[in-house]
């Protein structure tokens, strides 16, 4: 289907008129009734006890906070997960026989499991409603993946959820960002809660977003959290794609969204133990080691048990002992962080971690900071050049102006490391045909170097 919103489209259940609980279809916003940022005005979608489509609301900014309606249940019930082979068959065909876009979502265990895969899949489709799909049963889910292969899917803040779907072999080969979306369009609260609420007038509640979603069997508050979270986003991708076009930036979105669909997994990050909490008060190679194979410890013990790595062993309590380098057990102890049971119980482990550390050849011990191909942190950049410290200045405060006269973040505008890039090693010659390529071989969509190729050519021209 296309992205583009005519003026008398309806919500994509318009053929439901009940579901399966009798309970009122929801209608959506008709393109128009997107809220505009900055006009106080937001035109929401209704709900109606009876059958027929609303005409939208106009309600400023003090009846909206007024008139939000607390959405509790989901309109068909909350739905039984999915954990057959024989039900997924059922679930499978029930969506590939809906119609429009495909609502998604995922529920991670983060801050209890080491793993960030998905514990909860949560689709909706119009003519098929929600269906919740527990992934633990299943090897992968590579046949709904091919089953709406040709589906666009909804998500909100698709990037965090689209690594733990690539996991069950989940891809999708088109997309759209509510959160995303909001963001170009100048939404200030991009979260889901605060989307619905302004766009379509309901407010989902969020007792659950942090909940330790590899609990089994899943509580039915939660499962009813779960499936409202995919309740709305069809109606409220309507409503922001209707916004994002009186913008003129549709084709902006399109992009962005096409973008995430091709990106590459992220790389594994190079010594990831340098972003353990508090490092920066350690001071010393020796001591940096001492961080480093207390953290390789820590990360060894929680992937074999699947715990989050803080919950083994806090951040605070590696920073503590690499700064004084305890040698036996209770000075160990003595520590902050280390009292736990579970800390106290792994005191051997810690230990031998820190033992390696001492021995730990002088050749073999961490540089401070790890090489960049980039350019230096920017506090650095006046002493070390102070013409580019300048050009970041004046690069800066060009995106800045650019995002405020088009109503987006600047960091959506252009990414802020590219900014860096550029004013530390502008293009030579420079013009604006040179930064647009330097803007390509970046990464920047086409959108971004139509706005910024010329002015940033102007900024970091020399004054």
């Not at 939404?187 to 659950?208: I, S």
């Amino acid at each position: 289907m296309t992205d583009g919103s005519s003026p008398t489209r309806r919500d994509p259940d318009s053929s439901r008129d009940t579901g399966d609980n009798g309970s009122s279809r929801l209608t959506a916003n008709s393109p128009g009734s997107a809220s505009s940022p900055g006009t106080g005005t937001s035109h929401r979608a209704r709900p109606t006890s009876t059958n027929k489509v609303l005409s939208d609301t106009h309600l400023n900014d003090t009846e909206i906070a007024q008139h939000p309606i607390v959405l509790t249940q989901p309109r068909e019930g909350t739905p039984r997960p999915v954990d057959s082979p024989r039900g997924l068959q059922r679930a499978i065909a029930r969506l590939a026989a809906g119609t429009g876009p495909l609502a998604v979502d995922a529920e991670r265990a983060s801050g209890y499991r080491y793993s960030q895969r998905a514990y909860l899949i949560q689709l909706r489709r119009a003519g098929a409603g929600t269906v919740l799909v527990d992934p633990l049963p299943f090897g992968d889910l590579a046949n709904l993946g091919e089953a709406l292969k040709d589906t666009e899917w909804v998500l909100h803040a698709a990037s965090q959820d689209l690594p733990c779907l690539a996991e069950l072999n989940l891809r999708p080969t088109r997309l759209f960002d509510t959160e995303l979306a909001a963001r170009l369009a100048g939404f200030e609260r991009v979260g889901l809660a605060a989307l619905t609420e302004r766009l379509l007038g309901f407010t989902l509640e969020k007792h659950h977003s942090a909940a330790d979603w590899s609990t089994r069997p899943l509580p039915l508050d939660w499962l009813t959290y779960a499936a409202l979270d995919v309740e709305l986003l069809i109606e409220l991708r309507y409503a922001l794609s209707a916004e994002l076009e009186r913008q003129g930036k549709l084709e902006w979105a399109l992009e962005e969204f096409a973008a995430l669909v091709s990106a590459p997994p992220p790389r594994p990050r190079q010594d990831p133990w340098r972003r353990t909490s508090g490092i920066h008060k350690v001071r010393g190679a020796r001591a940096l080691a001492r961080v480093r194979a207390l953290w390789q410890a820590r990360d060894q013990v929680a992937r074999e048990r699947d715990l989050a790595p803080g919950r083994i062993l806090p951040d605070a309590a590696i920073v503590a002992a690499a700064q004084t380098d305890p040698v036996g057990e209770q000075a160990l102890l003595a520590l902050p962080g280390f009292s736990s049971r579970s800390a106290r119980r792994l005191s051997r482990v810690w230990l031998r971690a820190l033992a390696e550390a001492r021995a730990t050849p002088e050749a073999d011990l961490p540089a401070a900071t790890l090489p960049s191909d980039g350019p230096p942190p920017p506090h650095r950049w006046a002493e070390r050049d102070p013409a580019a410290a300048n050009r970041l200045v004046r690069a800066r405060a060009t995106v800045s102006a650019l995002a405020a006269e088009h109503t987006l973040p600047p960091e959506n505008l252009l990414a802020p490391d590219t900014v860096r890039r550029l004013a530390w090693e502008p293009p030579k010659p420079l013009s604006s045909s040179t930064v647009a390529d330097a803007l390509a071989k970046y990464g920047a969509r086409s959108w971004q170097i139509q706005l910024t190729a010329a002015p940033l050519a102007a900024a970091l021209a020399d004054a």
